[in-house]
């Protein structure tokens, strides 16, 4: 009997510890659970910080980007608005309208200076290929003598001829050859 009371003793002792065990298991397990509940919820808090910062980032970013875009556009319209000028049959004199366009270009280039110009000297069709590139190449420095003159610097513009070999109109008559004997601007941002 005194075996029995011992082997029963040592059993609720041996259950005893088991339940502390397990219990005590239990706890640790639920202040683990909770940590890592904890650390995912301050994580995820984290990351919306994160997202909504680049997000605003994002958003302020494509704005002046878009500002941007509408400025250049809005550049290149202009540039674009400078018409080519004419000139008369076997001359390089510039005309009052001529004048007056360069006068506005001169204008503008002053107040972008990131901006350099080509100008390109036609002719129209008549005479020698040697004659018309040499008189494309005369049409162009009038207008660039005219620019300088007007305070644009000479190193922001530069001559190229291209004679008769690029006509706007390859018919062969007087409204043609009008249209061809022309300077051509090419404004490009540097």
């Known amino acids: 009997m ?11 002792l041996i259950f005893g510890l088991s339940l502390l065990f397990v219990s005590g ?4 397990q639920a202040v683990k659970s909770e940590t890592i509940k904890t ?7 984290s990351m919306k910080d ?6 605003a980032k994002s958003k302020a970013g494509w704005v002046a980007f878009q500002k941007e875009e509408a400025a250049r556009k809005m550049l290149l ?26 006068g506005g270009l ?10 350099v110009l080509t100008i390109e000297g036609h002719s129209d069709n008549r005479g020698t290929l040697e004659y018309n590139l040499a008189l494309g190449e005369r049409r162009a420095e009038a207008a660039k003598t005219y620019l300088t ?3 644009l610097a000479e190193k922001r513009v530069t001559t190229i001829s291209y004679g008769e070999e690029m006509p706007l109109d390859p018919a062969n008559n007087e409204a043609a050859w009008a249209k061809n004997r022309r300077d051509h601007f090419l404004l490009v941002l540097k």
């Not at 005194?2 to 609720?12: A, M, P, Q, T």
């Not at 674009?80 to 360069?102: G, H, T, V």
């Open 2 to 12: 005194k075996r029995n009371s011992i082997f029963v003793g040592l059993l609720v």
């Open 25 to 28: 298991c239990a706890t640790d």
């Open 39 to 45: 650390d995912a919820i301050q994580a995820d808090a």
């Open 50 to 55: 994160i997202l909504a910062d680049e997000t």
């Open 77 to 102: 319209a202009e540039a674009a608005a400078f018409k080519d000028i004419q000139f008369a049959f076997d001359r390089y004199d510039l005309s009052p309208e001529a004048r007056n366009m360069l």
């Open 106 to 115: 001169a204008d503008w280039m002053s107040k972008q200076a990131g901006w």
């Open 149 to 151: 003159g007007l305070g």
